[in-house]
């Protein structure tokens, strides 16, 4: 019998996704899935799915699942970790509901050095809602809520929620990596790895951003959404480890 070189994940359901032609989720679903199965905590991982794009992640997840409010994945997470200290608890969230009405949540996580995990996609805009600006929408990007371009003296500048949480001393790990070429899975695989060894080691608070596309609601083929991320997103948002227990350790 040949070897099978190439399957879905055992924590990654057999089922058709609700995901916009192009959208990221389902790659960044799939480095999830096979980090819970190399990590061997399929039976002890309960994941915390937000409101936005995600909110049917549950539905995609060979796991435990939990729906939360919008923005309060992290205090949802929280309460589940500290009655269930023996289980696996991340939150999957985009960046208006982590980043907007979450933006207290997650801070606080952090600040408390909670023992869970987030995954934080950053597609720069409101996907679900229907393409409105984010807080990490950049200058200048043309979105629903502002036709004419995100306006520095208006609307400030994009949220860098990696650096902001780094400072945190609860925040154990913090990452940024993206999912628009294959080097960069391959790093964002192991970034998410890391981020799940650091709460199963039981250190603290750990978080990885994402970058991901939005064709749909960038008005831009799939193609072209990924050349738009590599070419406005990462000098805006940098690649690269912000925080590493490890490190400060040394």
């Known amino acids: ?79 589940i970790k500290r009655v269930h200290p023996e289980n696996v608890v991340f939150t999957y969230q985009g960046d208006g509901d982590i980043a907007a009405i979450g933006m207290a949540e997650v801070v606080h996580a952090a600040a408390r050095g909670e023992k869970i995990t987030t995954i934080f996609v950053n597609n720069a805009i409101y996907g679900m809602t229907g393409g409105q600006m984010a807080p990490t929408t950049l200058v200048n990007q043309v979105t629903a809520t502002s036709p004419y371009g995100r306006q520095l003296a208006v609307a400030g500048s994009p949220i860098r929620l990696s650096e902001l949480l780094a400072t945190l001393d609860g925040a154990k790990y913090i990452a940024r990596v993206s999912v628009n070429d294959p080097a960069n899975m391959t790093k964002a695989k192991k970034a998410i790895k890391t981020a799940f060894e650091v709460q199963i080691r039981g250190e603290g608070f750990a978080l990885v951003e994402v970058l991901a596309t939005c064709p749909t609601n960038w008005g831009k083929t799939p193609v072209e959404a990924k050349t738009w ?22």
Not at 72 to 77: G, H, K, S, W, Y
Not at 231 to 250: A, T
């Open 1 to 79: 019998m040949a070897e099978k070189l190439f399957a879905r994940p055992q924590s990654l359901l057999d089922v058709s996704t609700h995901y916009c032609p192009g959208c990221q989720h389902g790659i960044i679903h799939r480095l999830v899935a096979e980090v819970i199965d190399e990590l061997g905590i399929q039976k002890k991982t309960i994941g915390v799915v937000p409101v936005g794009c995600s909110v049917l992640a549950d539905q995609y997840f060979n796991i435990d699942s939990q729906q939360a409010a919008h923005g309060r994945a992290p205090a949802v997470a929280t309460g």
């Open 229 to 250: 991320l590599k070419e406005n997103m990462l000098p805006q948002f940098p690649l690269g480890v912000y925080k590493n227990i490890e490190e400060v350790k040394q």
